[in-house]
C-alpha cells in the first residue's frame, strides 16, 4: 500500500494494517477538504505530489514515530481532485495505551504538513485559482490559469 | 558535454514552479564537482527562472538538501515550493 492514493481512502484497511490484540488505543486523524480558505468560498481543490519523495518522506515520519513512541502508525494522502468534504488525508496510530497513539498521531500529521512535498491548488467560487502557501501573505498565491 | 568538462544533472519543478517555468523537467549541466547552488543558479538563469523566490527548498535524491551540498553525475534535484498538503 502506498502513502499515496489516487482513489477513496479505506479506514479498516489502514486500521488493519496497524491494530493488533496488544494494541489498545487507535487514534484516527481525518483531513477534509474545506469550503473555505481565508474568507474565501473554496469550490474544489487538486493535490499535486512529488510521488516517489512522498513515499521516502512520509516512511521516514512513520519510523521516527515508531521510535519515538512504542506505537504502530501509517497513512494515506489522496492526489487529484477533490469535493469539499472528501477525505484528503488520514493518520492512523495504534499503541498499548491512548497517551502515545495521540501523541504519535499528532507528530505524524504536523511533520507530514511540514516535510511532505504534497501542494494544493484551489479552485473559488468567483472563477479564480491559487495555490495554497502557508509562507505567503494571504495563505496562497495566485496561479496561472488553465 | 563531456562528463569531465560538467555534471549532468535532471532538475523537476514541482507545482507552481512547474507553472512558473513552463516545463516540469530540465537537463542542466553544471561544472564537474559543482552544488546545489551552481544547479540552482543554472535554472534561475532560464526563462522564467528570475520568477522564483530567492529562498528556495531543495531535494536532492528525495531528501531535503543544503545549497552547499555536491551533486553527482545522474542525480536527481527537485525544486520545491513550500508544502501545503494535510
Known amino acids: 500500500m502506498g502513502f499515496l492514493?489516487?482513489?477513496?481512502?479505506?479506514?479498516?484497511?489502514?486500521?488493519?494494517a496497524v491494530a493488533a490484540p496488544e494494541?489498545?488505543?487507535?487514534?484516527?486523524?481525518?483531513?477534509?477538504?474545506?469550503?473555505?480558505?481565508?474568507g474565501r468560498p473554496v469550490l474544489r481543490l487538486e493535490y499535486h505530489a512529488y510521488a516517489?519523495?512522498?513515499?521516502?518522506?512520509?516512511?521516514?515520519i512513520v519510523a521516527e514515530a515508531e521510535t519515538r513512541w512504542p506505537c504502530r502508525v501509517t497513512l494515506q494522502h489522496r492526489t487529484g481532485v477533490l469535493a469539499i468534504e472528501d477525505t484528503a488525508v488520514v493518520i492512523v496510530a495504534a499503541a498499548a495505551h491512548r497517551d502515545e497513539a495521540f501523541d504519535a498521531c499528532r507528530y505524524v500529521i504536523e511533520e507530514l504538513k511540514r516535510r511532505v512535498p504534497i501542494w494544493k491548488r484551489e479552485y473559488y467560487a468567483d472563477g479564480t485559482e491559487a495555490w495554497v502557501d502557508p509562507t505567503a501573505p494571504g495563505g496562497t498565491v495566485a496561479a496561472a490559469s488553465r | 558535454m563531456s562528463p569531465s568538462h560538467g555534471t549532468s544533472v535532471r532538475v523537476l519543478l514541482l507545482a507552481r514552479y512547474a507553472e512558473l517555468l513552463g516545463t516540469e523537467q530540465l537537463d542542466i549541466t553544471i561544472p564537474a564537482g559543482g552544488t546545489v547552488a551552481d544547479a540552482v543558479a543554472s535554472v534561475r538563469a532560464l526563462?522564467?527562472?528570475?520568477?522564483?523566490?530567492?529562498?528556495?527548498?531543495?531535494?536532492?535524491?528525495?531528501?531535503?538538501?543544503?545549497?552547499?551540498?555536491?551533486?553527482?553525475?545522474?542525480?536527481?534535484?527537485?525544486?520545491?515550493p513550500p508544502m501545503s498538503g494535510g
Open chain 1, 5 to 16: 492514493t489516487a482513489d477513496r481512502i479505506d479506514l479498516p484497511t489502514l486500521i488493519a
Open chain 1, 52 to 60: 516517489p519523495m512522498v513515499e521516502a518522506e512520509c516512511r521516514r
Open chain 2, 47 to 80: 526563462p522564467g527562472g528570475h520568477l522564483l523566490p530567492p529562498r528556495l527548498l531543495i531535494a536532492r535524491n528525495l531528501v531535503q538538501a543544503g545549497l552547499e551540498d555536491q551533486v553527482g553525475p545522474g542525480d536527481e534535484l527537485a525544486i520545491l
Open chain 1, 23 to 38: 494494541r489498545g488505543g487507535v487514534v484516527t486523524f481525518h483531513g477534509l477538504v474545506r469550503n473555505h480558505h481565508a
